[in-house]
Nanobody
Framework: QLQVVESGGGLLQPGGSLRLSCAASGFTLDKYAIGWFRQAPGKEREGVVC????????NYADSVKGRFTISRDNAKNTMYLQMNSLKPEDTAVYYC??????????????????WGQGTQVTVSS
């Protein structure tokens, strides 16, 4: 069964850092387009960052550029989202997902097939 599972969410103060993990099973992450998404209360799910199937393209939402970094450990079949300088507006449920073969640099959620259950990130003083 193809599955991804997120972990690492939590409650922290503005300016803090957090790393989310996403472990895949049943398939190999480096063969798929992958991404991190988030959904705040009352808002639509949005793409935070995504990487194309080939790995040649990585695209970040403007709101997180310079603060968030995606990475992948192929040996562990796991991807990560390092989040620095967190702001209250980063508060959301964060999801990882895998999909393909189509890729769009705006990271639209509809292109991704395999989703985790989400992990809550709350940034508040």
């Amino acid at each position: 069964q193809l599955q991804v599972v997120e972990s690492g969410g939590g409650l922290l103060q503005p300016g803090g850092s957090l790393r989310l993990s996403c472990a895949a099973s049943g398939f190999t992450l480096d063969k798929y387009a992958i991404g991190w998404f988030r959904q705040a209360p009352g808002k639509e799910r949005e793409g935070v960052v995504c990487i194309s199937n080939s790995g040649s393209s990585t695209n970040y939402a403007d709101s997180v550029k310079g603060r968030f970094t995606i990475s992948r450990d192929n040996a562990k079949n796991t991807m990560y989202l390092q989040m620095n300088s967190l702001k209250p507006e980063d508060t959301a449920v964060y999801y990882c997902a895998a999909g393909g073969p189509h890729y769009d640099s705006t990271c639209p959620p509809y292109l991704y097939d395999y989703w985790g259950q989400g992990t809550q990130v709350t940034v508040s003083s």
